[in-house]
């Protein structure tokens, strides 16, 4: 069974606010990705990266930023948060085929 | 051009029964991998099936089986005997090149809301 972890499971927050999303896995998994899936929609790849110190954007543009200091833990960064930045956003890990999904936050900006 | 297309918005299935969720795909790649996940309303992402460019035999999971039709460019997913369980989005999901040299990443589909009735 995988092992990732994001927190908060919810947010919601006021504009201008900086914000933190964290995700963490326990399995040693070289590769990481975050996802941005507004309701009943697809999801896009935003940011992704593939080792300590490594990281790039995805598909999608976002104003968000990530790093990689360790490998366990990638965490995502909204400087100012905005109504726009309002989605449910999902980390994931990957090991062979799989991708290894987190529970997902869901970020609310008012 | 989109990678990913799945044409149904939204499918209602008997408890009990099959159903078959379509998806399609475009790449010019040779090597690929095309994904089903399931995502229930909690949100969660959970993987159901893979299946590979070059893989013969269809790839069965329990009661998940996906039909891949490779000059068709097709990949349906197969949920036989359906369970109220089974109600949630469905995101078919293709990568492409090699997971050993390539990037890795995945392109989704639109998704497909499965409602099973009772």
């Known amino acids: 069974e995988a092992d990732i972890y994001q927190t908060p499971r919810y947010l919601v927050i006021g504009t201008g606010k900086k914000i933190t999303l964290e995700c963490s896995q326990t399995?040693?998994?070289?590769?990481m990705y975050w996802y941005q899936q507004d309701p009943g929609m697809e999801l896009h790849l935003i940011h992704y990266?593939?080792?300590?110190?490594?990281?790039e954007k995805g598909d999608l543009s976002s104003e968000s930023t990530v790093s990689r200091i360790r490998t366990e833990h990638f965490p995502l960064t909204l400087e100012s948060a905005r109504p726009s930045h309002t989605s449910q956003y999902l980390c994931?890990?990957?090991?062979?085929?799989?991708?290894?999904f987190g529970p997902g936050t869901r970020l609310t900006v008012l | 051009a989109q990678k990913i297309t799945q044409t149904q918005p939204g499918m209602f299935v008997q408890e009990k029964e099959a159903v078959t969720l379509d998806c399609t795909y475009d790449?010019?790649?040779?090597?690929?991998?095309l994904f089903w996940y399931k995502q229930p309303s909690s949100g969660e992402m959970i993987f159901l099936i893979y299946?590979?460019?070059?893989?013969?035999q269809n790839a069965t999971e329990g009661r998940y089986s996906l039909n891949f039709q490779k000059a068709r460019k097709s990949a349906n997913l197969v949920i036989s005997a359906s369970q109220l369980g089974d109600s949630a989005m469905y995101f078919c999901?293709?990568?492409?090149?090699?997971?050993?040299?390539?990037?890795?990443?995945?392109?989704f589909g639109k998704g497909t809301k499965l409602s099973v009735k009772p």
């Open positions: 994931a890990s990957k090991q062979g085929q799989e991708q290894f």
């Open positions: 399995m040693g998994h070289d590769k």
């Open positions: 990266s593939y080792g300590v110190n490594s990281t």
């Open positions: 790449t010019s790649d040779q090597s690929y991998g």
């Open positions: 299946q590979g460019s070059y893989d013969e």
């Open positions: 999901a293709m990568r492409e090149g090699w997971y050993g040299g390539s990037q890795g990443n995945l392109i």
